[in-house]
């Protein structure tokens, strides 16, 4: 009857450390897909145990399982926008599993809650925001939406003289939300979530893309009044990594008092390199600013983050009181007065450690890498005649389809996603399709920092090899 034992540990450690570096030296060679991926998933089955068999036969169960592995944290992952992990993430996110600290509050773990004031600042300058932002960090950029969103319903609601956090919704009236069509569903979740509804965004585009129509906004709050509303700006859309004008929305919502929120999950990041900066300017204007960790930060599931221009509404809104616990008066950081968790994984210690190892230079380096890559990506799509690039590339996504010249328009659509399904049973690389002005398309996002020339010149070689076999199967 086996419980649990330390005398376990070391050989439980052993293979464990033996397994992640047998995963982690394949990454770069091996499919990010296996064919057996979902026959080996489903391998895990029956019932409950009665008896257990002991940690070292579950561990060894486990580290079995690695064919039902998706490689997302190597380089030729470009699906959706995920990273992988830097070394010094990794090995401070084995240390923060080993330490188990919760990082509710200085009480707590008096280190992780320290780090994460350093790492938020250090982060806050990273993407130059002004000293005087405060933040904190969350599991990822849906609770980063929830928390900034949370905040601008706050103030919403503020102005209509209710304490919506107290009192909650019931006295109030729809809450207008603005945005253009490139919000994300996570922005869309997090409004849910807060019991304002995902159909209240009012999705301002002047074309098909989802572009921002700058003018409608501008109608929309002048018809408002004194109302106050809500606008999401969006830095970096997830099919051809745009960014919506957020100067100008900065200056909009100055003019009629509305709260701008930017969801920069991953766009965010544009600010490192002199090359894309622009892309963000106004950022500093706005009055809530989000990005993920996981994605271009590098660091492990799951991380993200929300800075506020007036970090006093984080406490207003999600402060939480008992006897025991430390008050929000406390001298002290209180990290679950800060965000939506109060028992909180000590994240900060891996974006401390990647940031501590890196800094500024080495970030830039990553993204302007990225940038490089993204272009080459680009060039060989508009050599090639039989692909078709559908979008401008600012940062580091490509939208293209495959187009051979003889496949006929009304057939291309049901062509590309077949290949995005091939693609992604294939293995070699894994990038699937989306919709972009009504055109199925491929959007490999480049983020991963090992990401190399060999591995997204194998976006183009898979997918014409690919369609020519589709083609030739037809």
Known sequence: MPDPDLRELDEILDLARAEADRFLEGLPYEPVRTQRATEAALEFD???PEEGEGGLAALRELAGGGE???????????????????????????LTSAFDQ?????????????????????????????????????????????????????????????????EGLGELPPAPVLSSGYVHPSATKA????????????????????????????????????????VIGNAGEVNAG?????AAMADLCEEHGAWLHVDGAFGLFAAISPRTAHLVSGIERANSVIADGHKWLNVPHDTGFAFLRDPSRLGRVFSVSAAYLPGPDDERPVFFNLG???????????????????????????????LDLAQRVARRVDEAPDFERLAEVPLNIVCFR???PDVPEEELDELNERIGRDVMADGRIYVGTTTYEGRAAFRPALVNWRSSEEDVDLIVDVIRELGERARASA
Do not use: K
Request: net charge positive.
């Open 68 to 94: 039902a592995l998706i490689r997302s944290a190597g380089p030729r992952f470009f699906h959706w926008v995920i990273g992988g992990t830097t070394p010094a993430a990794l090995g401070a996110d084995w």
């Open 102 to 166: 919760n990082a509710g509050a200085w009480d707590s773990s008096p280190l992780s809650a320290r780090l994460e004031v350093l790492a938020v600042d250090w982060l806050r300058d990273l993407f130059g925001l002004p000293e005087g932002w405060g933040g904190v960090l969350t599991t990822g950029a849906t609770m980063a939406n929830f928390v900034g969103l949370a905040c601008a319903r706050s103030w919403w609601a503020e102005r209509h003289g209710v304490d919506v956090d107290v």
């Open 402 to 404: 495959y187009r051979p």
């Open 191 to 230: 409004l849910s979530m807060l019991g304002m509804g995902r159909d209240r965004v009012r999705r301002l585009s002047r074309d098909a893309a989802g572009r921002l129509d700058l003018d409608a906004l501008e109608r929309e709050l002048a018809a408002l009044g004194d109302q106050p509303a809500i």
């Open 46 to 48: 029956g019932a409950l």
């Open 340 to 370: 939506p968790e109060s028992s909180r994984r000590a994240r900060s210690l891996a974006v401390w450690a990647t940031l501590r190892a890196y800094g500024r230079g080495g970030y830039r380096r990553i993204v302007e890498r990225h």
């Open 242 to 246: 745009d960014f919506d004008p957020i």
